[in-house]
């Protein structure tokens, strides 16, 4: 015989068994227990010995007659046939076969033939579950299984497949048959409650702590209790089982409940910002993560070392979604960033550094909601699909978004250094955190409360890049301690900056303006790869050798869209036409939007501030903007959003520096101009790289 070890027989037997008891144990009890362990017999001969050691191992405690040892091992030979060579998968199969061969012999003393078959463990849980009271089997849009259960006097969402689940239903077992269910048994049970619940169960979404219906918001407390805010326009308050369906995710920890009268003004004395238009921003943030359905605004806190951003950004965090890893690190790959988005309603960032352009494209699209799709783990097809949106909140040194669609997305906020004489200890700090939570909480639901009560009256005259953001700010206002229009002033400051920082990170665009001021801003036509031609005879050797510089007519036109609607903030309308019929040529247009004098230099830190703003109530200087005389991010001609060479309050262009146009009619001036424009380049650069030694590449 073979020397691989024999399974060991699968049951016990009991005293005076019959051939006929024997075979129906196997099937009932054999069966089952082999599909746990995954026994393999193999081949033919393998199966006959595995066979005549069971059944020697019967006969050796004399409790089988000798006639039946040969019936046992035809019996026992062809269930390990039937099983194609592996251990049983079904215990019904194996019923049926022993129930055969049981009636080939007449009943033993005692034996009844009404005697109901045993139900499998699998069996037995299942009908636990749909029999017990207060448990309900739904599924999601995407099909996945979930049960309502009712726990005291909430209900509590688990999914099907969750170790909660597993657990509950395994305990279920134990009370009713003073025994644990096998492991097969569970996830055979596991499995098929999933198929009801998908097949037979009820729809509903299922949402990550904030959730709307009807125009009502609930956001979840995520406590022992299960208890959910319900907010409305008239004003909010906590409830037990809303009409929603909330899940927890590993990891979300609970918000404090609510209290009513707090002052959204106690946050200014645990934050470091600069002014009270870096406030209003990271307020009006807060505010933003509780819009029913987004786009969310990116929050972007930068500033040196020790300036308390991981600070800031947990508190931040912790006042809308707190989570045991309020911050993680860049995400690895595309899929990571997804299982972020799913679990949790916020996502935050820590310390992020030169984002790749997948990460940049990424977050994007979770601020405004595009859907996303990723293999799941340990699948050939299935996928892990994202749909919605998702506020988020990073934090780096030097500026973490660079890309202009990132940046059309992002409120960025600079902190000042904190000078050694005002450190606090740190568990100081937190401690008195958590004791204003509560009341923090409860003042920002107040403004959420008037956002809904107002959202729908309230229209822009001139609406900004994400515009639903602005919107939902603006209709909150009457509940913010600023005077109406503050937020617009901050924001279009904010808007202004970004817009500076998107073409100062693009070598491209320093090089495009400087080289459409020397045509004069006379209108340009052309290929792409004639006019990459015309700017890298305009460019330095520094500037060419740029990562971001394109090296043929394709990466210029990628270049070109990426950056187009912040050189139309400044001036320059770039655009793109279908290829022409007769040439197939593509053409791209340059051209001169409004009248601006002269290239933009660099925003002070003054555009951010709002001195005088009436905020808290201030009577000084209050020349705010109403909503309606608020601009779109297209420049106008003069000192509009966009218009970066000026100031706020700057009251012209006078005194600011023109850079030398090139004359067409003075052809002796040729080397005098072009060494005036590698000059103005490399000034450009010199300005864009920030004093930090661009030469050196």
């Known amino acids: 015989m073979s020397d691989s070890p024999t399974p060991a027989l699968p049951f016990e037997i009991r005293a005076r068994c019959t051939g006929s008891d024997l075979i129906t144990l196997f099937a009932q009890h054999g069966g089952e227990d082999i599909a746990t362990e995954r026994y393999h017999v193999g081949t033919g001969k393998r199966r006959r010995e595995v066979a005549e050691k069971w059944a020697a191992d019967v006969r050796l405690v004399g409790r089988v007659k000798t006639k039946q040892g040969p019936k046992l091992i035809s019996a026992i030979e062809h269930e390990l046939e039937a099983s194609e060579l592996r251990a049983v998968q079904t215990v019904d199969i194996q019923r049926e076969a022993a129930i055969a061969a049981a009636e080939s012999e007449p009943l033993g003393a005692g034996e ?112 022992a209790e299960w208890e959910a805010v319900e907010v409305k326009g008239d004003g909010w308050e906590v409830i037990q089982n809303p009409p929603v369906k909330f899940r927890r995710a590993r990891g979300m920890l609970p918000l404090p409940v609510p209290a009513a009268g707090g002052d959204i003004n106690t946050l200014r004395r645990f934050v470091n910002v600069r002014d009270d238009g870096a406030f209003i921003l990271i307020v009006a943030w807060l505010i933003g993560t509780f819009h029913p359905r987004g786009p969310y605004a990116i929050l972007e806190v930068d500033g040196e070392q020790g300036s308390a951003k991981t600070t800031l950004c947990r508190m931040l965090r912790r006042l809308v979604d707190p989570n045991e890893a309020d911050l993680r690190t ?74 202009s669609d990132l940046l059309d997305r992002t409120i960025r906020v600079d902190l000042p250094s904190i000078p050694e004489s005002d450190r606090k200890p740190e568990s100081d700090l937190w401690r008195k955190f958590d004791a204003a939570r509560p009341g923090l909480l409860g003042a920002i639901l107040d403004p959420v409360a008037t956002a809904l ?95 971001g510089w394109p090296h043929s007519g394709r990466s210029l036109s990628g270049a070109l869209r990426r950056i187009a609607p912040n050189l139309r903030a400044v001036g320059i309308d770039v655009g793109f036409d279908d290829r022409e019929a007769h040439t197939g040529k593509r053409l791209i247009h340059v051209e001169r939007v409004g009248n601006p004098s002269s290239p933009p230099s660099p925003p002070s830190p003054d555009q951010l501030a709002l001195p005088g703003n009436g905020f808290l109530g201030d009577d000084e200087g209050d020349d705010v903007a109403s909503p309606d005389e608020f601009a779109s991010p297209v420049a106008s001609p003069e000192n509009g959003l966009g218009a970066i060479e000026n100031a706020v309050g700057d009251d012209g262009d006078t005194g600011d520096g023109v850079l030398p146009t090139c004359s067409n009619d ?23 790289w920030g004093g930090r030694g661009w030469q050196n590449g």
């Open 112 to 223: 009844s033939d009404d005697k109901p078959p045993r139900k499998s463990q699998a069996t037995a849980l299942v009908e636990l579950v749909l029999a017990c009271e207060g448990v309900t089997l739904w599924h999601t849009p995407d099909g996945d299984g979930y049960a309502t259960i009712q726990v005291g006097e909430h209900i509590e969402n688990w999914p099907i497949r969750s170790r909660r689940f597993r657990q509950w239903a395994s305990r279920l077992y134990l009370e009713a048959n003073q025994k644990v269910p096998g492991g097969q048994a569970t996830q055979d049970a596991v499995t098929t409650l999933e198929g009801v619940a998908v097949h037979k169960g009820e729809e509903h979404r299922v949402y990550v702590r904030l959730a709307e219906r009807g125009g009502v918001l609930y956001l979840d407390l995520c406590n």
């Open 330 to 403: 860049q995400p690895r790959d595309e899929r990571d960033l997804v299982i972020a988005a799913r679990n949790g309603h916020v996502l935050g960032f820590d310390n992020l550094s030169g984002l790749p352009g997948w990460l940049s494209d990424g977050l994007s699209r979770i601020a405004t909601g595009t859907g996303f799709g990723t293999r799941e783990l340990y699948s050939n097809d299935e996928e892990v699909i994202f749909s919605g949106a998702r506020p988020i909140v990073c934090n780096g040194i030097g500026g973490v978004a660079t890309r």
């Open 453 to 547: 009560n107002r959202i729908s009256a309230v229209r822009l005259n001139r609406l900004p890049r994400m515009a639903d953001f602005a919107t939902w700010i603006v209709a909150a206002e009457p509940s913010l301690p600023w005077k109406p229009g503050a937020f617009l002033d901050a924001y279009a400051g904010n808007r202004k900056a970004a817009n500076e920082s998107a073409l100062e990170a693009s070598p491209v665009a320093g090089v495009l303006r400087i080289w459409f001021d020397k045509l004069g801003g006379v209108p340009w036509s052309g290929t792409a790869s004639e006019l990459l031609t015309a700017l890298s005879a305009s460019a330095s050797e520094a500037v060419k050798n740029q990562k």
């Open 666 to 688: 003075d052809g002796d001036d040729s080397d005098r101009l072009e060494r005036e424009a590698i000059m103005a380049v490399e000034a450009e650069a010199e300005r864009a």
